[in-house]
């Protein structure tokens, strides 16, 4: 095999794990790139003030949404199940729990919904589909 072939495979996969990494670490979408988020991503500036509709997890596979209605007893493990599923920071998460009712994700597809709202009423919380 020659070694061209080698290192644009190698590329290929940095770029596809760099893709997943940024969306994941910091909610940030290479498809929708705009020169803005990538100043506040690469110069740190958030200055802790986050739009309301920052916190919204925006689908495009369903027309179904998600309201938070009660956190329950335990605010932090619904924070902690909120951040594993949809990829939020801490303070996203806790404006969503602090903030109910809150629609924290839409657009989603009837399967993701129910798998989420089980989720979060596993722990204690109440979400509403609609």
């Known amino acids: ?9 190698i590329a290929i996969m940095l770029i ?5 990494f940024l969306r994941k670490r910091y909610n940030f979408d290479m498809d929708n790139v705009s020169f803005d988020k990538l100043k506040a991503l690469f110069s740190g500036q958030n200055n802790g003030s986050k739009k309301e509709e920052d916190c919204v997890i925006k689908r495009t596979s369903g027309d179904k949404s998600l309201v938070l209605s009660d956190a329950g007893t335990n605010k932090a493990t619904v924070m902690a199940t909120l951040r594993q599923i949809t990829g939020i920071d801490y303070n996203s998460a806790k404006k969503i729990v602090e903030s109910a009712p809150y629609t924290f994700m839409t657009n989603v597809s009837d399967k993701e919904a129910d798998l989420t709202k089980k989720a979060l009423e596993f722990v204690g919380a109440k979400v509403e589909i609609k």
């Open 16 to 20: 596809v794990f760099a893709r997943e």
């Open 1 to 9: 095999m020659d070694m061209p072939y080698v290192y644009a495979a």
